[in-house]
């Protein structure tokens, strides 16, 4: 059984490139390794304090009076903004698991099929606005698709990997709120787990079809994360 601030430090493994010392550098995509971390991650587990992550740039001067800040309930912003000298943005998200051995029972559509993909099969089906996958497998594996005959109108696939495996879902707009997408977490989870790893499932908090699909997917909440980026 994973603690909560032991699935948050897994989570931050997963979506961002650190240094040996757990700074962070970059955000965690093997087709594009060029997109700049936060300035700083607070990971907030249930039931406990909060953690902060900061990125490598950050003067060591100001990291201590950063993570200090993060400690304070609510976050004062405007502090940090200060501290670090320029505007803030905040993405807050939701943070969810799927305990070992916890596959939710779910009835398939009749439109259509899940099936695994790997790049050797991707000539078998046709991936229209799905083209993508060609460039993120195999980095991408585990990968499942919805299908409709031959036709890929949804994914699910790992996007961010450690020891703990991230979970990214898209949807072709005409197959949404179908049931389709916590379909395929689910298989995507059960090939996570199989494989040894860790399935997460992380949603911006004000995507509520995405909240709900983690929840239909059999996974549960451990926490808020609060990504901190400089204002454009």
Request: glycine share 8%.
């Amino acid at each position: 059984m994973w603690s909560n601030e032991a699935l948050m430090a897994l989570h931050v493994q997963a979506m961002f490139t650190c240094t040996d010392k757990g700074a962070l550098l970059t955000v965690n995509e093997p087709w594009d390794g060029s997109r700049p971390a936060p300035l700083l991650f607070v990971g907030i587990p249930e039931g406990s304090p909060p953690l902060c992550w900061e990125r490598a740039d950050l003067p060591a001067s100001l990291v201590a009076a950063a993570r200090s800040l993060t400690e304070q309930e609510p976050l004062p912003v405007s502090a940090l903004e200060k501290l670090l000298g320029k505007p803030l943005a905040a993405e807050r998200e939701r943070c969810f698991y799927r305990p070992a051995g916890k596959a939710p029972l779910l009835h398939g559509s009749p439109e259509g099929s899940c099936v695994e993909l790997t790049p050797e099969r991707l000539r078998s089906y046709t991936l229209g606005e799905f083209s993508w996958l060609e460039e993120e497998l195999p980095a991408a594996s585990p990968c499942f698709a919805f299908c409709v005959g031959k036709e890929v109108v949804a994914v699910c696939r790992s996007v961010r990997k450690g020891s703990a495996h991230e979970a990214g879902v898209e949807t072709a707009p005409a197959y949404r709120r179908k049931g389709i997408g916590s379909l395929l977490v689910t298989a995507w989870a059960n090939a996570v787990e199989q494989s040894g790893n860790i399935p997460l499932y992380s949603a911006l908090e004000s995507n509520a079809a995405s909240l709900s699909c983690a929840k239909k997917g059999g996974f549960l909440p451990y926490g808020q994360g609060i990504s901190f980026y400089e204002a454009l």
